[in-house]
């Protein structure tokens, strides 16, 4: 690749990157009026959460019956099966939770953000609204918005606690760990300080999330390639940004 | 009839009853100008008829009548008020004064035929819930849709879509009604019933109104002023009868119809035998 093609795409990541700073100023503005209107916020939180939640479940409990058939696999090399509790506990609370909670908020509910909100733009709804004086980032974005960010961190709970069920179903009940040491283990390894890292985490993934689907369906091209491109670019976006976030606050954690 | 060089104002009448004045516009997307120079005005109480070919900027126009887009030089003034000079909310309060019929209707689709027609009372005023239905239900009964009230904008025809989007448009009282493309692909029925109550709404309610068509006969049938837009420029302004006898090639070509013309038809291509003998080029 040449010099001038890095310089092209260095170009372009800035501009995006300054863009979407720039709008999320705009809708953190918009957020303030947004309030006035409860009903929106929560039919959106019925929306992008409700309506994930068969999935997150569905997803948390297979997580949880993996970690523990993989978990008891390596502890019981060293005797120490007991501890698959705490180690459950851990993983799911501080990792897998917050960080499979945000990929799949990124495929089912983001996706869907991005395609509604490209349609209106696609068919002239947006327009419409700023025609009637109402301003569409205030009634349309600001609303997905904070029902996202308010939604993300109540299913990755949901998704550590099913997930927790799943592993205590597969280590206690399948492979005979004994059930009073897998809880009580748990209880004594993991502290608030686990608990509040996943819950900050899960909140940024939300915010970076929500962000990225209302931004792209905001700005998608108004036709059926330009929306089916800002729903693409949403997964990937949000996909890759949750990973790299994770990183970042996991070793801001530790 | 004006030429060219002096199209403004459309008829007789002073400037001071400009509702909304376009002076000196030049607009250019990527270079590309689509307005260079162009004036216009619609004055109070009367129908004015915007006209042109495909990609003349009739489109553009409306968004810049409706604050969307800034012109590169000019001014656009609604209400005596430059928008360039506005800030945001300013220019919301201008657009409260001011309605508008999209081509598609751009209903809301996630709301009923009642909830958008509504949509902007509940927007804009506190009104209790039995007046809003009142208000809503007369605006419907307006457009001869009173009983589709629940239906969703999925159920509804194309032209029941633009009925419903107009009495959205009507239903907060707009002193100017600007209609983009108010007639394509409407059956002879809902066409006449549109045109009547664009006449209808100008003299009952005295609404400015704005129709940006190329359908010539069924402005001309309604419309008080009319301007020609062609290659970023006002060509023509007059009455529809003025533009009718005008002896311009060009507005004839587009009153008449004739594909024969100083406005091109063809878009530019390379010479049409050389092309069909050639074996590379598509």
Not at chain 1, 115 to 141: C, F, H, K, W
Request: hydrophobic share 50%; glycine share 10%.
């Amino acid at each position: 690749m040449s010099n001038g093609r890095h310089h092209d795409i260095l170009l372009q990541g800035a501009r995006k990157f300054g863009s979407t700073a720039l709008f999320l100023v705009q809708l953190l503005i918009q957020c303030v009026p947004a309030f006035g209107r409860p009903r929106l916020i929560v039919y959106q939180v019925y929306n992008t959460g409700a309506r994930s939640l068969i999935i997150i479940m569905l997803a948390g409990l297979f997580v949880g019956m993996v970690l523990a058939l993989q978990g008891f696999n390596l502890l019981q090399r060293f005797g120490s099966e007991e501890s698959l509790g705490s180690a459950a506990a851990i993983g799911m609370l501080k990792e897998l939770g917050p960080v499979v909670t945000a990929l799949l908020f990124a495929g089912r509910a983001g996706t869907a953000l991005t395609s509604e909100i490209g349609l209106m733009r696609a068919t002239d709804q947006l327009v419409a609204m700023e025609i009637m004086a109402v301003n569409p980032l205030r009634y349309v974005a600001a609303p997905r918005f904070i029902g996202g960010l308010i939604a993300m961190p109540l299913l990755a709970a949901i998704f550590s606690v099913i997930g927790l069920y799943g592993a205590q179903l597969v280590g206690v009940q399948f492979l005979g760990v004994d059930q009073g040491a897998f809880w009580s283990q748990m209880q004594s390894a993991v502290s608030w300080h686990d608990v509040n890292q996943g819950f900050v985490k899960s909140l940024v993934f939300g915010l970076a999330c929500s962000l990225i689907a209302v931004n792209e369906g905001y700005h998608a091209e108004p036709t059926a390639a330009g929306v089916g491109l800002a729903t693409t670019r949403t997964v990937v976006a949000s996909s890759v940004l949750t990973l790299l976030l994770d990183y970042v606050l996991t070793a801001a954690f530790l | 009839m004006t030429s060219s060089e002096a199209p403004n104002p459309a008829s007789s009448g002073s400037p001071d009853d400009a509702v909304v004045a376009v002076r000196d516009v030049h607009y250019a997307v990527d270079n590309r100008p689509i307005f260079s120079g162009a004036n216009l005005m619609a004055r109070r109480g009367r129908i004015t008829a915007i006209m042109g070919p495909s990609g003349t900027g009739k489109t553009t126009l409306l968004r810049l009548i409706t604050a969307q887009i800034q012109p590169d030089q000019g001014e656009v003034t609604v209400f005596g008020q430059n928008f360039a000079k506005l800030q945001s909310d300013e220019i919301y309060a201008v657009r409260k004064r001011m309605g508008m019929l999209f081509q598609n209707g751009a209903l809301l689709t996630d709301m009923s035929v009642f909830e958008n027609v509504a949509f902007p009372v509940r927007e804009h005023t506190d009104l209790p819930e039995s007046l809003v239905r009142t208000l809503v239900l007369t605006k419907l009964e307006a457009v001869g849709l009173r009983g589709a009230t629940d239906l969703m904008p999925a159920e509804l025809s194309g032209g029941m879509a633009r009925r419903v989007a107009l009495a959205r448009a009507i239903v907060m009282d707009p002193e100017v009604l600007i209609y983009d493309e108010p007639f394509v692909g409407l059956d002879p029925i809902s066409l006449g019933f549109i045109l009547r109550l664009i006449k209808q709404m100008n003299v009952a309610l005295g609404i400015t109104s704005i129709v940006v068509s190329h359908d010539v006969q069924e402005l001309s049938s309604i419309a008080d002023d009319s301007y020609l837009l062609s290659d970023g420029k006002v060509i023509a302004s007059g009455t529809p009868k003025e533009l009718l006898a005008s002896g311009n090639p060009a507005v004839r070509q587009f009153m008449t119809g004739g594909a024969e013309g100083p406005v091109r038809f063809q878009y530019p291509a390379p010479d049409y035998t050389t092309q069909l003998l050639s074996v590379e080029e598509r």
